[in-house]
């Protein structure tokens, strides 16, 4: 077995060299179709011989080359080279193989790909009826001039993502947060006795899109359904966060980094002729 | 008693998965293996080293293969270890220009088993 694999070593090693005087022979078309066979090959050789790096150490090869410089500086870029190809080609195949589990297995245990899907058309449940009327009622009430205005200080995004605004009013009326642009949330919130009020918005629940939105607050009487003028209008932020764009761009990234390691393993390729 | 003296062979190839292929065949086989990537190298390690049996490859960096072949034969303390060509140049020509120059033997990589590599080694070496 182990005969028939160094065997096969020196057979991947005759067609590269083969593979290579082809190169030099040849231009144009064929000797692109040459260099691709060659990336081909120098991967596999890559793989193969791994072992032979792993089960072998140069200071033993070469014991009697100690004064000048010893075996593994002699054979660094080469096999630097060898060490590249085969990171590259392992992340390629990584990678491949990834995306070929997700392709086969995510359709057997969640059903095939859907762009669309209606589901659960049923009547609004009560309490949600409740809630948006009493957001229309919100938005739609009477104003009255002279009713306190609250006041937005400040907006921090917190560490899994969410963001809390901070504002003052008066104490104890009703704060109501308006979160607007192409997605919108109200919230409603108490001021405390100090004046203060603080307004969570979880990302987990309602995902704001990347980008800028417009946050208003005002105060409103429940009991005479009326409320205050805004405040002025502000604006915030939202930005993903690095593993949201990882996610988002895999596909994308997946798909680059194989041109990337083809394009290495062509020049690493080169290098050998 | 006498310690059993350990045939040593040189190997002297630039490609390094190559070497340490031939490395690991013939440590396998019994013998001690010494290496150079390139042909000075190796004429000053067969120099220092005797060995008991050269395989030379042809392309080398620094000094060809023809030339190492030359200065083995040409030094008397050398003169009688057989030398085997391990080649990817196939012509006749190549083959003629090596045996003449002393070598025991021409094999071309591309038509090459090491198990046959390993008899004819054993069987020189006999």
Sequence with gaps: MRDRWLNFVLHLTNRIYARKQSVLAHEGLKSAGDIAALVLLESVLALVSFPLYVGLKPATVTAFL???GGYAKIAFDYHLRRILTLTGVSIVLVIWL???ALIIFVPAFYGPLRLYSVSEISPVPLQNKELIAADTQIQTARIIETMPKPRLVEVRKEKGGDYVFFGTGKSGTEIVLLLSGQQSAVYTESV???????IRHSQKNFKLNEGNHSVIVFSYDKDIQARSNIASEQFFKVTSTFTDRLIKNIDILANWSVIII???GIFLTALTL | MAKKKNRILLIIEDDEILLRALYLFFENKG???ASATDGDTGSKMADRLKPDIILLDLMLPKMSGFDVLKYVKANPALRNTPVIVLSNL?????IDHA????????FVKARTD????GKRIEKILK
Excluded: N, P
């Design chain 2, 90 to 94: 196939g012509d006749t020509e190549d």
């Design chain 1, 192 to 198: 405390d006795k100090s004046g203060h009020f603080a």
């Design chain 1, 262 to 264: 083809l394009a290495i």
């Design chain 1, 98 to 100: 990834l995306k070929l």
């Design chain 2, 31 to 33: 013998f001690t293996i």
């Design chain 2, 99 to 106: 045996k003449t120059l002393g070598a025991a033997d021409y």
């Design chain 2, 114 to 117: 090491l198990d046959m590599l």
């Design chain 1, 66 to 68: 100690q004064e000048k």
